[in-house]
């Protein structure tokens, strides 16, 4: 969970339910209801949009890989119907892609097109294998800089190819050969097609710069159809001569034959297209997912299931392979136009694949009309900018470029299968280099000894640092300076053991960050189980039982003011000059075990925090009303105006416990007051009417369990009923989730689904979050 709003994430497959228990009804924008077919008008504006950018490209990329230019109708329908209803990311647009252009035209010049449909379909089979395996997260674990690297010399490959039909020629079989034709090319050159190319190029590149309300007008056109639309023109009103799009009757149309042709290269054509489509489509949902969440007007969009997608994208490969087309995956242009354009639910991407159906029934006449080299100067601009200079920029900056460019330069001569297998060999001697490769110095300063040690600190650089160390002289004051961010047990042992020695002949030791910024030395062999907040905790270092004593807080503020003031004081004080600005209300228990700014990974100014016994909310007007919780909800919502609340139970809730078991006696104790604001949570346990709470996919292990997530949904019920919230809720400005921390496994819950008119009481495990570096605000 991030510090700022929780992420909401997919249902999991329904489990046993209660007999007699109603099922309830998935949000509308997970776009799989079986039992109802409801289209927004704007999934069916998105559709029409997505279709225009389609119908060009996937007769340009049909065109470019040297297959019937039916195959790409095929492919654009197939993609948009088959793995748009079973794909597992609602808003991607799947289809004939760039990216498998080059690998596509190598398999057709050397197995044929029949052939070449029936690896497609082989390809699909092992999608479908792989995401039964459940392994589609291990695909993004390639390194970015490799799978950069393959797209862009995938399209430096398309861009030198669609070159010479762009000039009126036929393009070559490799990118070196058409490297080396291209002088010829331009002295034959075909005026009517660089015309009609010309053109093309042209208005891609000006559409999206026309100035003023005409431009913001033509710009509801897509680029790609304008430029297409207007080659189109040119050529049929000025009666040019230039080989335009010829689709046969359908009824000609060739469906795939028996694989022909070494196994082992068949093999391997397999591989390809399951490593190329798979990869393309996974790294699409996940760019997709980011599209959605930052569009700041939306419906709930369910975030993407990965594994459902490899397999959506595995059926819709085998449907169009056996229907003779070209091979798919998910397509970024095609996808980010679909969440522009509005689409909130997995009906706008089936409906652009009707729309390609129709019109490869209805419009062939006027597909015949279109110039060969308008498609060839589309599909040539999609291949420049797949070389994306973001990505250069970004590999660049994390010292990726050695690979990046011998992955692009590997795809370029060799093909996109070896070209993958150079870029991983590269990067994992890059990566090797880097983690042996550590630089130790020292030098005297001022009478203070320091040490720096850059790189990663392993068993190899042992000896070296040993060495270092061992000529510092002895009762001396040093300062270890650490820059790397891994330190294996034979370099902590080898710091430690010096430093006891040092500290015990009368010197001192200091490690540093590269900033400066001091580090806790390692822990001392008495209390080697202690970590950090250690101090805090009622634990045993030995057998001995500890009690808390009274020095701990003046010991813990002393630590804080030489540890960690120094790091934060400038984030404090900015907050102090402007004011609190936080992003969440979160509300949980009081509860000792419960740190909110561990679990949520929370600085300072980033969640306005209530507790109380039970994370309760009391209802408005209800007796024996705590108007503290009230008024802290009314002061977040109207006056610092968060964007969510979160209501954050727990496992082993004592209040639960103490509900459950109910009262002990007749005194109303303060205690037994304020549980009186859980008794709706156990009306509702407890209730035949309602379905049971459910967390990952299972059932709580016991009641308290069950009461304890049974409460996060009742409580959120008694949010809504707060006149604050039930108006921020009506504008949609305000977002309520719910959360369960699980104490023992130290895991995360978040309820599925909340909306405004009902809560589906499954609660889904949180997952650990990629490694990332991220810059401090400080």
């Given at each position: ?8 994430t ?18 509308a ?17 998105a ?19 040297g ?10 329908a ?40 029936a ?115 040119l050529a049929?009103?000025?009666g ?9 009757s ?6 795939p034959?028996l ?10 054509a ?32 369910h ?98 470029m ?11 001569l060799?093909?996109?299968l ?45 000896p ?6 061992g ?23 080898a ?15 200091e ?43 003046a ?11 120094p ?14 600005r ?8 009081a509860d ?34 705590d ?121 995360a ?30």
């Amino acid at each position: 969970m991030s510090a700022c709003a929780p992420t909401r994430t997919d249902n999991p497959s329904r489990t046993s339910r209660k007999p007699g228990k109603t099922r309830k009804s998935r949000p509308a924008s997970d776009g799989s209801d079986r039992h109802r077919f409801r289209i927004a008008g704007a999934d069916l504006s998105a559709s029409i949009s997505v279709f225009l950018i389609a119908l060009p490209l996937s007769l340009g990329i049909a065109l470019a890989t040297g297959a019937p230019l039916q195959a790409g109708l095929v492919a654009g329908a197939v993609g948009g119907i088959v793995a748009g209803r079973l794909g597992g990311s609602p808003l991607q647009v799947s289809g004939p892609a760039a990216g498998l252009t080059v690998v596509t035209a190598d398999l057709i010049q050397q197995y044929g097109w029949r052939t070449t449909c029936a690896i497609t379909v082989l390809a699909g089979i092992a999608q479908l294998g792989l995401a039964a395996l459940r392994v589609a997260r291990s695909a993004l674990a390639v390194s970015p800089a490799i799978v950069h690297g393959m797209i862009a010399g995938i399209g430096v490959t398309i861009a030198l190819a669609q070159l010479h039909i762009v000039l009126g020629g036929t393009p070559q079989s490799s990118a070196i050969d058409n490297v080396r034709a291209l002088p010829a090319q331009l002295a034959g050159l075909h005026p009517a097609a660089a015309i009609a190319s010309a053109l093309t190029l042209a208005v891609l590149l000006l559409w999206t710069r026309i100035p003023g309300r005409a431009g913001r007008m033509v710009r509801k056109i897509p680029a790609a159809l304008a430029a297409v639309a207007a080659a189109t023109m040119l050529a049929t009103f000025a009666g040019l001569s230039l080989p335009r799009v010829d689709l046969p009757s359908w009824r000609s149309h060739a469906l795939p034959e028996l694989p022909q042709g070494p196994v082992l290269g068949i093999l391997a054509a397999v591989l390809t297209i399951t490593l190329v489509t798979s990869v393309q489509s996974l790294l699409s949902a996940v760019a997709v997912d980011r599209l959605v969440a930052a569009r700041k007007e939306h419906p709930l969009v369910h975030r993407s299931k990965l594994d459902r997608e490899l397999a959506g994208q595995g059926a819709a490969n085998v449907v169009s392979g056996a229907l003779g087309g070209l091979p798919i995956a998910g397509v970024s242009v095609r996808s980010a136009a679909n969440v522009s354009a509005g689409g909130v639910s997995r009906h706008s991407t089936m409906l652009h694949g009707l729309w390609i159906v129709l019109a490869a029934l209805f419009l062939v006449p006027l597909l015949d009309l279109i110039p060969l080299g308008a498609l060839a100067a589309l599909v040539m601009v999609v291949g420049v900018q797949m070389v994306s200079i973001a990505h250069l920029r970004s590999v660049r900056r994390n010292r990726e470029m050695l690979v990046y460019a011998v992955t692009l330069a590997s795809v370029v001569l060799a093909g996109v299968l070896e070209g993958v297998a150079v870029g991983i060999a590269v990067a994992v001697a890059v990566a090797l280099r880097r983690l042996t490769r550590t630089r130790i110095t020292a030098d005297e300063q001022e009478g203070v000894h320091r040490v720096r040690a850059r790189g990663q600190l392993t068993f190899l650089a042992v000896p070296r640092l040993s060495r270092t160390l061992g000529q510092l002289p002895q009762g001396a004051a040093c300062v270890i300076e650490l820059d790397g961010s891994f330190m294996d047990h034979a370099a902590y042992e080898a710091l430690h053991g010096w430093q006891a020695s040092h500290v015990a002949q009368g010197g001192t030791v200091e490690f540093t960050g590269r900033a400066g910024g001091r580090i806790s030395e390692p822990a001392s062999e008495t209390h080697g189980c202690c970590r950090p907040w250690t101090p805090w905790r009622n634990h045993h270092c030995d057998d001995r039982p500890r009690r808390a004593k009274a020095h701990q807080l003046a010991s813990g503020l002393s630590s804080f003011q030489r540890n960690t003031a120094p790091l934060v004081r400038d984030e404090l004080a900015r907050l102090a000059r402007e004011g609190q600005r936080p992003s969440q209300l979160f509300l949980t228990c009081a509860d000792s075990r419960l740190v909110t700014s561990m679990i949520t990974a929370s600085g300072p100014g980033d969640l306005f925090t209530v507790r109380n016994v039970g994370n309760l909310v009391p209802l408005p007007g209800a007796e024996s009303s705590d108007d503290s919780v009230a008024a802290a909800i009314e002061y977040a919502v109207d006056v610092l105006e968060v964007d969510s609340i979160t209501i954050c139970g727990h496992s082993g809730c004592g209040a639960m416990q103490a509900l459950l078991n109910g009262p002990s006696g007749s005194v109303q104790t303060p205690l037994r007051r304020w549980l009186r604001h859980g008794q709706p949570s156990l009306d509702r346990m407890r209730s035949r009417h309602r379905s049971w709470a459910r967390i990952s996919g299972r059932m709580p292990t016991d009641a308290v369990e069950q009461l304890c997530l049974t409460n996060v949904v009742q409580q959120l019920e008694h949010l809504r009923a707060h006149e604050s919230v039930a108006r921020r809720l009506a504008e949609g400005t305000l977002e309520l989730h719910g959360m369960y921390f699980h104490v023992g496994e130290a895991q995360a819950y978040l309820l599925a689904s909340s909306d405004e008119h009902e809560i589906d009481e499954v609660f889904d495990r949180v997952a650990p979050a990629p490694f990332a570096l991220q810059k401090s605000r400080a």
